[in-house]
């Protein structure tokens, strides 16, 4: 009876280190996307970043702003995709292409290739989870788009990654002051939005606290908190 009970539980054991150890399964696969031949283009120069979506590239000593297509930001990664962005290209020679299907007066969408590699960067964006398939007007990839999309999500990648959602809700950590006796050199906390500034542990700060001299935040136009009454 006892060797039975723990057979069963050697046999239970072995099933949960199975699941724990089974690979995962993905079924999201990445799209195929057509060969174009980049070579017979002219390449231009990437001599801006304005934000995740949007670069400006010289052609000809011309300078064009180009609309990444079928690429839009997501509300709270806007920051990681500028970053993303600046980090694939700053510096960089492009081919761009206009979407025949999708181009139309005034408008300056284009797919953007990264020379050296031929990188077809909006598509990269959207793989690593940097942004999103923008399906407002349709597009020739929008297919392709959508399934790179669910091929992040699927790997919680970039933006998906909700361990990075609960590290953006703890509050920041609070570093206390190191005593000085010169005026000018204490230290107080402003927070992102804000407009006063504080003693640290103030419970205005928890969510953000930037540290920061005395003097300075004087001189920045913060005023003292009233609630945590800071030096003055
Ligand atoms: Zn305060």
Redesign the pocket.
Known sequence: MRNKKNFLLLIALAILSFCVAAPVKFSVELPAFEKISLTDLPSCQVIRIINGNTIVVDMNNQDIKVRLTGVKPAEKYRAELALFVKNLLKGEDVYIVNDADQNEPNKYDYYVYRVPDGLFVNAEIIRQGYGLADTTTPFKYMAEFKQLEEFAKERSKGLWDVSRLESISQPAPIILPKTSTQAGDVIVYVTKTGK?Y??AG?S??SKSAVPMKLSDAQARGYSP?T??N?PQ
Request: net charge positive; with cysteine; proline share 10%.
């Open positions: 006063k504080h003693r103030c205005y700060l908190c609630k945590c800071p």
